[in-house]
């Protein structure tokens, strides 16, 4: 099984906004191919990708990297 660990600088209010949102989306089983681990940090949000493979992976990746962008944007 391959393994990303993945460390977000960011606000803390974003943190928390982007924790919780994602957090849903965690608990989700139909992403069978990969899974995904969130937690807060001194500095920001931990993502911790585990998948069977590197596409999938890839593809764990950007859908999280692309929803932190998108709690940020709304944030604002």
């Known amino acids: ?4 660990m993945i460390e977000l600088r960011l606000p803390d209010e974003k943190v928390a906004v982007c924790q919780r949102a994602l957090a849903l ?4 089983e139909s992403m069978h191919r990969s899974e995904i ?7 920001g949000l931990r993502i ?10 890839r593809a764990a990746i950007n859908t999280y ?3 932190v962008i998108m709690c940020c944007n709304l944030i604002e």
């Open 25 to 28: 989306e965690t608990e989700n």
């Open 65 to 67: 990297l692309r929803w």
């Open 48 to 57: 911790l990708v585990r998948a069977k493979d590197l596409s999938a992976m």
């Open 1 to 4: 099984m391959n393994e990303l």
């Open 37 to 43: 681990e969130l937690e807060e940090f001194s500095h």
